[in-house]
């Protein structure tokens, strides 16, 4: 039996130690916002926020998970910067086929959540990690410093 | 001004009350274009199935219907504003739904239900608008026979009917009494300068879904009591599984059973995760067959040797053969391009949903052609067509890729094998190795140039395999038309001009991928005009504008391009600039891509300026996002793309040694669009094939290096 502390609630899990955080929340919680692209940590697509950091579920098992606190895409809009993120990505109309997003919306917001007002290659650093098929990364980047000038506006508590 | 009459052009207009209130729209619509004939035959249909396109409620929401696959190109977004803006609706009542699977929902430009080619909005064009401006006029009819008053005497705006004495009704309000009106024999579309809602920027419906998690793709379908099964697959073509451990995989935790089916032998688990370690755990033995020897070095071989023969000619203009054959005073060219295997890498692995019963199959999933489903899985199963239920999610990426059925028909064998609902899914190394392919493809020009250096006669022979063949669909003449697409349009003014098709059958299956034969006929000509240019010792975007004399829409997207793109002025110090145009679904791209060399040989590009005219656009947002989507697809191929062969089986795996584009190396993009009056082309495809030509020509222009193969080769450029 693992523990999670999943998006503000605690969740039981009785899985095999090495099950990774991604196939817990997708297959066991039926959480399916957090997508699987690669299963090797090189695509993004499954980027969830554990204890604060963005980590790339398909690759952390379960047991390196328990007892932590885990924030997937669900609910990101709960924190004032993920909320002012995905109000950009609305506003911008970033996602194409959209697969990608969770993931991007994810380093996005951990992203600006240790870094204010990021530079071009505060970005690049932070994204690279994501890949986009459908080649939204221009808007993407748009709309991180949306997001930014918005947070530093003070809009958001 | 259009006016049509439906029912004389073969349109069934099918109208009824919904059952909660309100009104219903149904269209049908003739087959054509050049999967009609196939899927007429097989069409056991009926043309006046109760279905919708359209719905208003008695609440004034506006729902439509939409029949194709929304895999990023905004379909979604943009057949609702053909049906709004005929309706005149109030855009922010109306809604998007996705249609199940059913033959009122076929594309009439294959005669299936199904979303490729870059054709939803040349399909949808004519049929949707009507279907909204029929509705319109019941709306209207009703309005008037409450009111007493004269159809004439009434307008509409805004989801509203208005009398001339200002009386004004909702359609939602009238929505019942609309629903009892007859139907229109004619409707009247308006003239494209009254439209209101297409030729808007208008944001997309399906964004708030895909920023939350909540939208639902194939890979988030949960059918209650549904196994989930990965496959060992067979490592080369042709291969056959002789024995494997079923006894280890079935001990495993989760693990409900293993079986063999087509596709190879599923583990069948509680998730994923026990599945794949139970696939994992087999330990198959395969008999590899005799498909060990191929080699990217043998398929090239194969092809080389293939271009010294004599193809299918699929265009002839004057006597290309017998001119190259004659003794000239200016320059002879000859040459040899060549691309690789390409993926589709769809961002979403291919999986699928599958129930087999008694009563049928049921499907749900990311797929391009649910029609195509319907009938396939009707004839392997022996049901009915509309017996297989098709459920289309949205898509995470498509590309053509999800036009195969490959992972369909794992998921329906191994569902009927276990007799239980079951999720295939590809692991991405699955996915990577599937072998639906963009074809490798060879081709070997000559041209002679007179003194002027203006192109005399140009013969172009191309080896590669037939994906009308992959996808059973006829060749014509003995030639696949995808072969050749983009070479057979060849604009450039050229007295005498061969093109030939040799069929070339490596065992590795080819598909549809994004701008299909395009994709590499387009790198072929693009560079064979630059090599002109530079042999006749021109600017090679004044070159190509004088051959394009007789080609306008070229010609103008290729004038837009080099504008935007300062072509005139010289760019930034170490950078250097390359043009190409191409012409694919009916629209026209030009790109100028500016790019620098390092003396390492690694290539960087900055800037890509586009220019397209795609006709009448419905959404400039969407035409914008959708070249710019494609450039960056187009230069993930030109720098990284290649599926490589060795010892019969494919190497790469997953994006670790398939690289695509990431942000820090995308450049920026800027899109212009040509205002036309033309009818709509595709804009899911044409803004990728100019891409790479553009690249190489600047690469040529920053290094006196002719590349003449994909992927771009850095150590090639390496400064000695
Ligand atoms: S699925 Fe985890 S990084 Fe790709
Ligand atoms: S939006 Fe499709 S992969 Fe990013």
Redesign the pocket.
Known sequence: MYTLHLNGHVRSIDVSPDTPL?WVLRDTLNMTGT?????????????VHLDGVPV????IPISAAAGKRVTTIEAIGESAVGRAVQKAWLALDVPQCGYCQS?QIMSATALLQSKASPSDEDIDAAMS?N?CRCGTYNQIRAAIKNAAADLAGGQHR | MNVVAPQSRRQFLKVSALAGGGLLIAIAVPAAGRFAEAAEATDTAAPFAPNAFLRITPDGRVTVVVGYSEMGQGVLTAVPMLVAEELDADWSMVHYEQAPSDPVYKNPIFGFQGTGGSTTVRASWQPMREAGATARAMLVAAAAQRWGAAPADCRTEAGRVLHTDGRSLGYGELANEAARQPVPAQVKLKDPQQFRILGQPHERLDTPVKIDGSGRFGIDVRVPGAYTAVLARPPVPGAKPVHWNADRARAMRGVKTVVEVPGGIAAVADGYWNAKKARDALEVKWDLGGNTAWSDQKIHEQFAANVEQPGVVARKVGDAPAVLGEKHDGRRLEAVYEVPYLAHACMEPMNATASVHADGIDIWGSVQAPGAIQQALSAAFHFKPEQIRVTTTLLGGGFGRRFGMDFIFDAAFVSKAIGAPVHVMYP?EDDMRAQFYRPAALLKFSAVLDRQGQPVALRMNTACASIAKSASMPLRGGLDSFAVEGLTACPYRMPNLQIEWNESEPPYGVWFWRSVGHSQNIFFIEGIIDEMANAAGRDPYEYRRELLTQAPRYRNVLELAAEKAGWSTPPAPGRHRGIAVGESFGSYVAEVVEASVADDGSVKVHRVVCAVDCGRVVNPRIVERQMESAIVYGLSAALYGRISIEQGRVRESN?NDYPVLRMRETPTVEVHILPSTENPGGVGEPGLPPLAPALVNAIHAATGKRLRSLPIDPKSLKKA
């Open positions: 991604l997508k699987f692209g690669c299963g090797a940590a090189l695509c993004g697509a499954c980027t790339r579920s398909c690759s993931g990690g890949i | 991405r994006f």
